[in-house]
């Protein structure tokens, strides 16, 4: 199946006034436990488990964005644009990765990928401690789409500071959303280097293969460490890292 090569570019409210920086994080093992048919996606052996999040790696380029009411690049009106993709590396569930064909190199395996952009203010002034500056940022719009990849010949990259995509005849849209709940992004120099979480609000099943969703199952979190900058905090950069997907009920 062939999928729109053009991504949306759809900005969705927040109306969360308040957001705190403090709201701790979800990890894996805390989405709702769903099945996978894997029998579901073309040449795959007929295999069944439960998962409750996936792992990822993620690449992306992020733009930092000054008002143009603030020409001398002040702490205001200073917002973060980024744009990215990831591979789904493996299904876990509560305490171990599941046995799958997902990136497996015979015939049989296929790949999951996803495509997103989110973006938002910088929260507070710029901070420096004794491990290095930071950056916060409230995320309040985006969206995400998530894609089977059948044969594992699809190939991502960037054009400029957007997502270009090559063989993708047989890929299909497993679900998407436009609509970005709550978020936060920190970054930060030194060895360490920041994260993120997004949570995408009502996510669409579109074809879900090899997914088995249950009811309810409509807020997508996107949660991820930043390994590497591949820039300066300040500049527009290129951010990678790994994390995971997981589902929870509105």
Known sequence: MIFEQ????MAASLGLAGLMFAAPAFSVGSGIEFGVDESTVPGAFAHNFESDSMDLTYHSCARIRYSQDNPGNNEQDVSLREKGYFWISSFQDIDSVVDSQINYFLANGYHIYGVYEFGGPRIGASSEGPLGERRAYQIQEGNMTLFVDVQQDTQLGFQGCQVAYTNTQDDWKIGESVDVLVGEKSEKEGLSNGDFEVVY??????????????????????????????????????????????????
């Open 201 to 250: 609000a009502n996510w669409s099943w579109l074809i879900p293969d090899p997914l088995v969703p249950v009811g309810g199952m409509n807020l997508l979190h996107f949660n991820a460490n930043v390994t590497s900058l591949g820039g300066a905090l300040d500049q527009n950069h290129r951010p990678e890292g790994s994390g995971n997907l997981f589902w929870r009920v509105d």
């Open 6 to 9: 053009k991504l949306p570019i």
